[in-house]
């Protein structure tokens, strides 16, 4: 996570539309495209393509592993070394685009999936290659959740309807624009989990219904006010629902171990599914100072962040940061050249003027951690315990399962630590044995 201070909130009323993106000579598409599976290629260097195709996968055969296509037709040029937005190196397919379309520009007809078992949806699912971006740092193949999440009775599928960073707006975009396909991939996806009910997270500004929509199950629309941040993450989520629904509600048993998602991923379901078609391109937001205007474009994976800056008009300054999916809660990437993968939702070019200085040092104990933090912890002495500075006293050791990651005690910290970050990691290290954190952190 790179947090940057002085982001300001993007208008969502400017954008009309979203833009479809250039057709590139050349593709480098990288077959990490989660954080679940670890690919191997299935075509060598010469060996020609359709768009479509499949060309690298997990092993096994399990409706949960990962699957990358070919986002155009073509030849494989090469097989290459890439570094992705996320810092991390894989093999990558070098695809020069030719041939013939498969699926661009021709008409497509929407299947009939209604005779579909849930194990039959699940396997539809795994098959496209949709990968879940709730978590953005953390994206996984949808089919692997919902086998997971089929099982138990009484689930509760939670869709967010826009962006847990303010600085980005892809999910709120697409929101915008494709509510009804969104809306239809959310009731899919709750068929193949067998979920009792439906949770919509809107925000107060948008005008949606569940009246409107013809669900198979119930659905409800919740609205939060996300001007107040954090608004878009589990802990914060569970909380409006269980205070706006009421203590007698069924839906005030929302909890963080119900399957969460959000509207990019249930359009890619619908669109996918419902059409037969491999996922293989993206909506991603594109901003910054260093571009003369900002879009939504809809792009192939394996597209360079260099080429969205060139669809947005060129730079009109020299980028000293490219940040992906969010100035709280994205990453830096490393190159112009690294390329779009099924998690990128938005990239962020930035000038020397918002690079905040980066140096590290010791903690000064100024409160700003505790002053932000909205779960009311106390980062620093968190922070401090994990790294084997201090020895926290047990109820201390026991709130680090309170924090949501929201990234606001980075943002204030003027000692740039990754209190975040370590909180996360020490999370996630001890997520299954959360009952005796204490005792097995010191």
């Known amino acids: 996570m790179t947090v940057f201070s002085g982001f300001y909130a993007l208008k969502k009323k400017a954008y009309k539309k979203p833009v479809s993106g250039f057709i590139p000579k050349t593709l480098v598409i990288p077959v990490a495209q989660d954080k679940l599976h670890r690919c191997r290629l299935l075509v060598n260097e010469g060996d020609t393509v359709t768009e479509g195709q499949l060309i690298a996968a997990s092993a096994g055969f399990d409706a949960g592993r990962s699957m990358v ?202 669109r996918s599914v419902g059409f037969g078609i491999p996922l293989t391109d993206k909506f991603v937001h594109v901003s910054g100072e260093c571009v003369p205007a900002s879009g939504m474009i809809q792009v192939r994976t394996g597209v360079t962040l260099r080429t969205l800056a060139e669809q947005c008009g060129g730079f009109i300054k020299k980028p000293r940061a490219v940040i992906v999916n969010g100035i709280i809660t994205g990453e830096s990437a490393e190159s112009l050249d690294a390329p779009v993968t099924k998690y990128v939702k938005s990239v962020s070019f930035l000038p020397a003027s918002r690079i905040p200085r980066q140096l590290q040092s010791v903690c000064i104990r100024c409160g700003n951690c505790r002053r932000e933090c909205p779960c009311s912890l106390s980062p620093d002495v968190l922070y401090r315990h994990v790294k084997g500075i201090i020895a926290a006293e047990s109820p201390y050791v026991e709130s680090l399962r309170l924090c949501s990651s929201c990234g606001t005690c980075n943002a204030v910290c003027p000692a740039r630590l990754p209190i975040c970050q370590t909180i996360a990691a020490y999370n996630e290290a001890h997520e299954e044995n959360k009952e005796d954190l204490y005792e097995s952190s010191i």
């Open 69 to 270: 296509y070919a986002p155009l037709p073509g030849v494989v040029e090469k097989i290459v070394q890439c570094t992705g937005p996320d810092g991390k190196t894989s093999d990558a397919v070098k695809l020069k685009f030719q041939g013939s379309f498969r699926y661009t520009g021709k008409k497509l007809l929407e299947r009939d999936l209604s005779a579909l078992s849930a194990k039959q949806l699940i396997e539809e699912i795994g098959e496209r290659g949709i990968v879940n971006t709730f978590v953005t740092d953390k994206p996984v193949p949808l089919a692997a959740e919902l086998e997971k999440y089929s099982s138990p009775p009484n689930r509760i599928l939670v869709v967010r309807l826009f962006d847990d960073d303010p600085s980005r707006l892809t999910d709120a975009l697409v929101s915008s624009f494709f509510l009804k396909e969104v809306c239809a991939g959310a009731d899919l996806c709750a068929q193949a989990m067998n979920a009792e009910k439906i949770i919509f997270i809107k925000s107060k500004d948008f005008n949606a219904d569940e009246k409107i929509f013809n669900f198979s199950r119930q659905a409800r629309f919740f609205s939060v006010d996300i001007k107040q941040y954090p608004a878009g993450f589990k802990k914060e989520i569970c909380k409006a629902v269980k205070k706006l629904a009421g203590a007698n509600s069924k839906l005030a048993g929302i909890n963080e171990s119900d399957l969460f998602t959000d509207s990019s991923t249930m359009y890619d379901l619908y």
